[in-house]
């Protein structure tokens, strides 16, 4: 164990352990959207969860830090509160965000990242990307909507663990990047049938199983966003 300081609050923490985790745990919210505690390597993809450490002259990305002896962190500082808004509306130039229409019960990680965060959730003041990808993919048992997906892969690795095959990959480049099956896998006759993992970690409602369709007129409506403390 180690003590470390976030934000003035002294607390003890595993060494080795990331500062996003440590955070987490003792009640400190850093927005992020890819975290999860079975990766092993971070993804670090959604760029959110930038903050500021003693002795570091710029920010980092929280989930790819470890915790040390005598490190102190703030998490709402203005380089970091300006980076996490950045991060944000970068996301939102390439994502179809529909707050009243939102598939995820309760609304999605979008919109509770924007209220805590106090952003809108539209792109400006930076332009709405243009991206060659389809509204509505057939995965097989589920459903994917790719301009709800921000590619933070986390169906990718859960359904990895979960059933130890490469079922869900990334296929595409750039901005048309979209989740796939690998090598165009049957889902219907896979190990994963009605596990429904994958749709389950979604922080955007982007993938949805087709078992949930007849329970709600709305894709996904079925499935809750994480609670994220006010800000």
Known sequence: MVKIVVDTKEIRADDGRSILQTCLEH???????????????????CRLCFVEIDGIERPVTSC??????GLVVWTATPK???LQRTGFKLLMSAHHCQPKACPVRGGCQLIRIARYLNVSLNSQPLERLERAIDEE????????????????????HVCRQRTGHNLLTFARRGLDTVVALFGGA???AAPCRRCGACATVCPTGAL???????????????LRAPQIPPG
């Not at 009640?27 to 993809?45: D, Y």
């Not at 790819?64 to 002896?69: L, Y």
């Open 208 to 222: 949805v199983p087709k078992w949930e369709h007849g329970k709600a007129a709305s894709a996904g409506s079925s």
């Open 27 to 45: 009640g400190i919210f850093i927005p992020n959207l890819c975290f999860m505690k079975s990766r092993e390597h971070p993804h670090a993809s």
């Open 80 to 82: 970091a509160r300006r």
């Open 137 to 156: 993919v057939d995965l097989g048992l589920f459903t994917y909507y790719p301009f709800r997906c921000v590619l933070c892969g986390r169906c990718v």
């Open 186 to 188: 049957d889902l219907a």
């Open 64 to 69: 790819t830090e470890s915790v040390r002896e």
